[in-house]
């Protein structure tokens, strides 16, 4: 065993991840950004408006329908929950309308629910939706944040001159590493870098929990479409600076709202898995469609998305309309999603003995399929082939595993190479 973790150092080096002890598997939780913006109006709507009572509600849901238990930890406030000015100390303080009892109180109340406390802030002068930036005050804010008993912090990035991002990112970095509260570290640190230069991987590792790459996700496929193509055109930048610790983030799942058909939300959960990325759901569980909650809670799908190799998966083929995405399993596993891009016409087949996975079908593998349904597809061979049928805009999500003990001991060492090398030519 030690042989081997030697060996992992050798072949492919990680970049060291930020030495807070977190994130050691993507994050799973609900953010309110993408289902409710930045509804400050509670006379008009005090069910879905930024308030207290909504954190409130939602740890309650989660505490009482197996959210939790399925391993969703995180309930996080997003933009617009401060006052528009800081207080005679120059803290930043919540609306006082809207969270009467303010947020070390409502931290308390979702700690006692067995589930943790996110807030928002930003790196610069105000942020996103023109609230008070942390700029000039990380040490402050993040002090504030650590007495609050808060435990994931998203740091935006708006409102920023972006030569000073870097400095900014790692500066608040520390101030949450001083206070000496655990408090995740989820940044945005490349998005907004990315329109200049290529951003340090490597520092924002160092840096952060996870971090944002691209344009926030809205409620549509073209959305999602968007985020998968801009993830896999830049995944030899990407994927590698993935692992447990910190993670690349393609924003929140949008599952159970209104925009995605029930195929493009096991699209969305079969790539996130296989990104390796946060689950951060924004939608409404108090009120969601059984099947999307279903989705969401699938075991099958949540053991890919948290594997303890820690590894993210990689567009490997792109044909005819379909796409195959990869992602090495611990025990020489290996997740495969199929992705059926042409949306006219009924389902397609493709022969996924043909994607470069297959051999650990070498002399045989077992194969499940967990979308669209749970189904063994039994023992294959190397030389076999497995057609797989998909819907327009769905996936089909299988995990392949390769027989005898010692097929998967050599197999976990070729795993120890494949991050470091480019997928085939597509
Ligand atoms: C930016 C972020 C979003 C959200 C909004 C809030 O657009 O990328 O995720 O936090 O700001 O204003």
């Not at 400095?167 to 970095?173: A, I, L």
């Not at 200049?196 to 344009?215: D, K, L």
């Not at 926030?216 to 994927?239: F, P």
Request: net charge neutral.
């Amino acid at each position: 065993m030690a042989s081997l973790a030697l060996a992992a150092l050798l072949v492919c080096p990680l970049a060291a991840a930020l030495d807070n002890g977190l994130s050691l598997r993507p994050a799973m939780g609900w953010l309110h950004w993408e289902r409710f913006v930045c509804n400050a109006d509670c006379d008009a709507d005090p069910e879905n408006c930024i308030s207290e009572y909504l954190y409130m509600r939602m740890a309650d849901v989660m505490a009482q329908e197996g959210w939790r238990e399925a391993g969703y930890e995180y309930v996080c406030i997003d933009d617009c929950w401060s006052s528009l000015r800081r207080d005679a100390r120059g803290r930043l303080r919540a609306d006082p309308k809207r969270f009467p009892g303010g947020i070390s109180q409502l931290a308390q109340y979702v700690h006692s629910k067995g589930l943790k406390l996110g807030i928002y802030g930003d790196v610069g002068t105000k942020t996103c939706a023109g609230y008070p930036g942390s700029l000039g005050h990380y040490e402050t804010d993040a002090q504030t944040f650590a007495d609050w008993g808060v435990d994931l912090l998203k740091f935006d990035g708006c409102d920023m001159n972006w030569t000073l991002l870097g400095e900014g990112y790692v500066n608040m970095s520390r101030a949450l590493n001083a206070t000496g509260r655990s408090i995740l570290y989820s940044c945005e640190w490349p998005l907004y870098e990315w329109p200049f230069r290529q951003p340090n991987y490597t520092a924002i590792r160092e840096t952060c929990n996870h971090w944002r790459n691209f344009a926030d996700v809205y409620d549509s496929w073209s959305s999602v479409k968007s985020i998968l193509e801009w993830t896999a055109s830049h995944q030899d930048i990407i994927v590698p600076s993935a692992g447990p610790g910190g993670w690349n983030d393609p924003d929140m799942l949008v599952i159970g709202n209104f925009g995605l058909s029930h195929d493009q939300q096991e699209s969305q959960m079969a790539l996130w898995a296989i990104m390796a990325a946060p689950l951060l759901m924004s939608n409404d569980p108090r009120d969601i469609c059984p099947r999307s909650k279903e989705l969401l809670q699938n075991r099958h799908i949540i053991a890919i998305s948290q594997d303890p190799l820690g590894r993210q998966g990689r567009r490997t083929v792109k044909t005819n309309g379909f796409e195959v995405w990869e992602r090495p399993l611990s025990s020489g596993r290996l997740a495969v999603a199929v992705l059926n891009l042409l949306e006219m016409g009924g389902p397609r087949r493709l022969d996924v003995s043909s994607a470069p996975g297959w051999k650990r079908c070498d002399p045989q593998c077992n194969v499940t399929q967990i979308l669209p349904r749970l189904k063994q597809l039994g023992v294959q061979t190397l030389k076999g082939k497995l057609g797989v049928a998909v819907n327009p805009s769905g996936t089909a999500l299988l995990t392949i595993s390769p027989i005898s003990d010692a097929q998967t001991q050599s197999l976990l060492w070729k795993d120890l190479s494949f991050k470091n090398r480019a997928g085939p030519v597509l």
